[in-house]
């Protein structure tokens, strides 16, 4: 995909959706990995030319894990022309060693999104960017109908009132194989994610099933996705009007 396609599917969002407004300073939640790093390109080449004029600015929630090194990430940010705020945790230590927890990502999510939503205000930021694809919208309402039983996804936008942020969500439109290929097309600097948990999440098993159903039956995962977008989910009612 090139950045050309990538920035008319984030503009299709952002317009449909009200994600951007004038004078905006936009935290761009920056893992390493190819979903935020391509993120961080789109919102870059958005801010170029969208009528309404907003500020970025990058942030990393450093876990703790070893052998996590940013320095890639943090020299793109700088060729951009973003600053780079890595902010040091130690969530690791606190999930694997001292909670041992058996199903340790919702805590570490918690306490991820608690510590970027803590330096995002210190920075001044009142909306925060995160790279959720289209795929992971699909995967979410399937998690929530196997596993909680209610028709539910995370909406394209968020206020969080208690913190008076709101998380805005660009990549609705955009595909996963699509940020596949922008990532090989550009040779996007991609962090390895060093977490023992990763790829053996309840999110990767829902994946490889509707991966399984679409190969079985071509067309599903659009139809599932035009469910979402048509499904009437309260979060989502009159974001788009």
Same mark, same amino acid.
Do not use: C, R, Y
């Given at each position: 995909m090139k950045l050309q396609q990538l920035l008319s599917l984030t503009r299709k969002a952002v317009d449909t959706y009200h994600l951007i407004d004038e004078g905006d300073h936009i935290a761009? !939640?920056?893992?390493g990995g190819k979903d935020s790093l391509a993120l961080l390109y789109a919102l870059h080449g958005l801010q170029r030319f969208y009528p309404k004029k907003f500020s970025l600015t990058a942030v990393s929630v450093d876990l703790g894990m070893e052998g996590f090194d940013l320095t890639p990430v943090t020299k793109l940010c700088k060729e951009l022309g973003i600053s780079h705020h890595i902010i040091?945790?130690?969530i690791r230590q606190i999930v694997f060693e001292e909670r041992k927890e058996k199903n340790p990502c919702s805590l570490c999510?918690?306490?991820r999104? !608690?510590?970027?939503y803590n330096a995002v205000k210190e920075l001044g930021c009142n909306k925060v960017a995160y790279a959720h694809h289209k795929d992971?919208?699909?995967e979410t309402m399937m998690m929530s109908m196997i596993y909680e039983g209610h028709f539910y996804c995370f909406p394209p936008k968020t206020y969080l009132d208690r913190m008076d942020l709101t998380i805005i969500r660009p990549f609705l439109y955009v595909e996963e194989a699509?940020?596949?290929g922008f990532k090989n097309k550009y040779h996007l600097p991609v962090v390895k994610n060093p977490c023992p948990a990763d790829g053996a999440t309840k999110r990767e098993y829902i994946k490889q099933l509707i991966r399984t159903i679409n190969h079985e039956n071509p067309g599903t995962k659009t139809r599932l996705f035009t469910a979402l977008i048509n499904g009437h989910i309260p979060d989502w009612e009159d974001q788009n009007e």
């Open positions: 761009i !939640g920056l893992s040091k945790t130690q999510a918690k306490m999104k !608690g510590a970027l992971d919208f699909i699509d940020v596949i």
